[in-house]
């Protein structure tokens, strides 16, 4: 164990918090949050400031140059030192999104270069909105089972068929997609996955209403839509494999331990700033004391992580510890957005319905949608499964039917 | 930089948890429970070999000089193993006392027979940890002292006590001095005995530095320590549930396979992950990281507990009717998590003092012994 800050990561620090000084006001008031929450084209600001911390290597800093990066090898040290500067100065981070933080570590791993070359670059600089075509109505924890086709039409595909859950459709420009190209192999064997323009002729977009009265995701209608053979991403057939990177990444992504972090130091603020019938809050040890236990909490989650890259660059295979995070991070932050609208009493249900962090009406919106990240993204129920079966070795589930 | 052991540390583990495998059977367990002695004394002969109680001690003083996070490495194979030895006070508490506050004579008339394994000390703080008083205040007149203390941890077979007196000064007494009186309280732990000190007028010598000043620094050691034997518990048990579960038929299936008796598995199996992480962060603060070291042990230690009562029934119940029962001997590891979650801090007070220590108490509320102990 050694997290020394070394004079390397010393002057490291330095640099973060001369770039914080230096560039806070062109920081913008939306986070990443927001964007999840309510999706919609990103702002100039947002844009520009995203652009700003890849040119700088304070958001995905290890995406290699060629391919629009900062190329910086994997540290962790750096990584939270990053993460520890930016929230003290109160700046908001690096985007993260399907596109950033699925798709590209996605493409790096399986992708042609030309593919790499076209999309991983605007992508990060937030220049392109990605969605993720994965469920259909018949196929949810069970994905492999899907039935949307792509049949073989001299250079290209025909796609037919609808996906559900669409989170941001209605507003990407681009869609990664898991299709049927060969209806003749088996369950796992005839997936491949595609990457094509949201604006192909054929393709429909129904808004699906959620609970917290955006229309986050939707459902996507494909009917004869041409996508060319060369989006095939990581070989015909082979999309299984390719969607389950993803999906890693995306657990990843919905479990990070920043995200709960970020969650935490809000209700600091709140602490410290709110009154309940006019004592302060802090007079109220029951909520200190949910706050301290989701602390512990927020605190494991991120020297777990900090634990599992550290394993990750010595070469070292994560099992258990990976498959525990989706679990854990999606029921955290749902519990501390509960604490929150606690912690606001009857101020706690005013629901405006803009997703602005600076509004107190953003909890009621997170409790519901971090709700549905407990069911998306592989169920809580799933993930136990997960981590039973290939992580403590009992016994599977019986795979009935096709195998 | 890395997030873990180091080879030296793996093979520190390695060859304790090997030592502990061969020597700590269930048997042995139920002979010391049973018999009430308070500790197996030819497992601490294998184990001083390995240094066990000179971990903390600096080689001239003849330990190995290591730090607190090799002690909870080392901590968790005493958990895992149910290792009927004192450890928390006499290894790791007392040391750090001498070192912080002793003399250069305590420390040269003291560590050496430490960490040779001679000399067992006992720590009696219990009053001072968490303002209960339920003892009668230790109080000190010309280093005499007299009172009561209460819930005093390694001190069945000390020889010697390291005692605080109501105004946080720290004392190093003999058990035989005259005087002094030891009863040995039986707990749920038939392997962890505590023991109430009666004093009237016993010589004590005080440690010559401010012991006051050093007080919370001891205290939260032995809060990492007992985190993360609680942790190795904790894991030993869910390994028990996991193999049973394998094992059991019901239904011509193994229980395993339903996913009712998977799920809790799975859930034990996920709490315990990040805690490894915490209690490794916070023995590594306390080492290195000075102003994050309280506030870390705080939460490692209150979050390692509440985990450790849910793995601690949830093990219990994956065993079905067997797991309440003698026979499978499961309930030592549930009683040694009980155990270690009483001392130095119930969770919910080791909570409230880390809500005092970032400024989210209305500080009157806190009794004001524990303000020591922050």
């Not at chain 1, 999309?239 to 990843?252: F, I, P, Q, Y």
Request: aromatic share 6%; net charge negative.
């Amino acid at each position: 164990m050694d997290l020394t800050d070394q004079s390397e990561h010393k002057q490291f620090r330095e640099e973060v918090r001369k770039f914080i000084a230096e560039y806070r006001h062109l920081a913008p008031g939306d986070t990443a949050h927001s964007y999840r929450l309510m999706p919609r084209p990103y702002s100039d600001d947002v844009r520009n400031w995203q652009k700003l911390l890849v040119e700088k290597g304070y958001a995905t800093r290890t995406v290699p140059t060629e391919y629009g990066g900062f190329g910086a090898k994997p540290d962790i040290l750096k990584s939270k030192i990053i993460v520890d500067e930016f929230f003290r100065a109160n700046v908001p981070q690096g985007l993260y999104s399907q596109g950033i933080s699925m798709l590209v570590p996605t493409l790096l791993e399986h992708g042609t270069e030309q593919q790499k070359k076209d999309w991983v670059g605007p992508t990060i600089r937030a220049e392109v909105f990605w969605c993720q075509g994965y469920s259909e109505p018949n196929s949810g924890s069970d994905l492999a089972s899907l039935q949307t086709s792509a049949i073989e039409d001299g250079d290209d595909f025909i796609v037919n068929g609808s996906k559900i859950w669409t989170s941001s459709a209605h507003v990407a420009q681009m869609i990664f997609c898991l299709v049927r190209t060969e209806p003749d192999a088996g369950k796992y064997d005839g997936i491949s996955y595609l990457i094509f323009p949201m604006d192909t002729p054929g393709i429909e977009i129904q808004p699906l209403q959620t609970m917290t009265g955006h229309p986050s995701f939707n459902e996507v209608f494909f009917t004869d839509v041409r996508v060319p053979k060369s989006a095939v991403v990581g070989g015909r057939g082979k999309g299984w494999k390719v969607a389950n990177s993803t999906l890693a990444h995306e657990r990843g992504m919905l479990s990070s331990a920043n995200m709960s972090l970020e969650r935490l130091q809000k209700i600091e603020k709140l602490i410290k700033s709110e009154e309940i019938s006019s004592h302060p809050t802090v007079e109220t040890a029951a909520l200190m004391d949910r706050y301290i236990r989701l602390q512990a909490r927020v605190q494991g989650m991120r020297f777990h992580e900090m634990r599992l890259i550290s394993d990750a660059a010595a070469g070292k295979p994560s099992g258990l510890g990976d498959m525990v995070c989706k679990l854990l991070g999606c029921e955290l932050n749902h519990q501390l957005d509960a604490l929150a609208i606690d912690i606001l009493e009857e101020t706690g249900v005013l629901y405006d319905g803009i997703p602005s962090m600076e509004l107190d009406g953003i909890w009621q919106q997170l409790h519901m949608y971090d709700l549905g990240l407990i069911i998306g993204g592989g169920t809580a129920q799933i993930q136990k499964n997960i981590i039973a079966e290939r992580g403590l070795s009992l016994p599977r589930e019986p795979r009935l039917g096709q195998g | 930089m890395e997030f873990g052991l180091s080879q030296e540390q793996l093979l520190i583990q390695d060859s304790f948890r090997g030592t502990l495998e061969r020597l700590v059977t269930l048997d042995s367990i139920r002979t010391i429970s049973n018999d009430s002695q308070a500790m197996d004394n030819d497992l601490w002969k294998h184990l001083v070999e390995l240094g066990l109680p000179g971990l903390l001690v600096e080689e001239e003083d003849g330990g190995t000089g290591l730090s607190l996070f090799d002690a909870a490495v080392v901590a968790i194979e005493l958990g895992r193993s149910m290792a009927p030895v004192p450890f928390v006070a006499t290894a790791v508490m007392a040391p750090l006392a001498l070192k912080l506050a002793g003399s250069t004579a305590q420390r040269k008339a003291w560590l050496p027979e430490i960490a040779s394994g001679k000399t067992i000390v006992g720590m009696a703080l219990a009053d001072s940890v968490t303002g209960a008083g339920r003892g009668t205040a230790v109080t000190a007149a010309n280093n005499r002292l007299k009172g009561r203390a209460p819930f005093t941890l390694d001190a069945a077979e000390a020889d010697v006590l390291i005692m605080s007196d109501a105004e946080n000064n720290l004392y190093l007494v003999r058990a035989d001095a005259s005087g002094l009186e030891r009863v040995q309280t039986p707990t749920i732990d038939g392997t962890r005995p505590l023991c109430e000190i009666m004093l009237e007028d016993v010589a004590a010598e005080p440690l010559e530095g401010n012991g006051k000043d050093h007080l919370a620094e001891i205290i939260n050691a032995g809060r990492i320590i007992l985190a993360a034997e609680s942790f190795g518990a904790s894991e030993e048990m869910l390994r028990r549930a996991v193999d049973y579960a394998k094992e059991r038929r019901q239904f011509d299936r193994v229980i395993g396979s339903f996913q009712a008796v998977k799920h809790l598995c799975a859930e034990m199996a996920a709490e315990l992950q990040p805690c490894q992480s915490l209690i490794w962060y916070a023995a590594y603060a306390f080492d290195r990281l000075p102003e994050e070291a309280q506030l870390s042990g705080l939460l490692a230690k209150s979050h390692m507990d509440e985990i450790g009562r849910f793995v601690a029934r949830t093990a219990t119940e994956v065993h079905g009717g067997m797991g309440y029962t003698d026979l499978m001997g499961l309930h030592f590891w549930f009683k040694r998590i009980g155990f270690n979650r009483a001392q130095l801090g119930t969770p919910e007070k080791l909570r409230a003092l880390a809500a005092d220590l970032q400024g989210l108490t209305n500080t009157s509320a806190i009794p004001r012994q524990t303000a020591a102990a922050r």
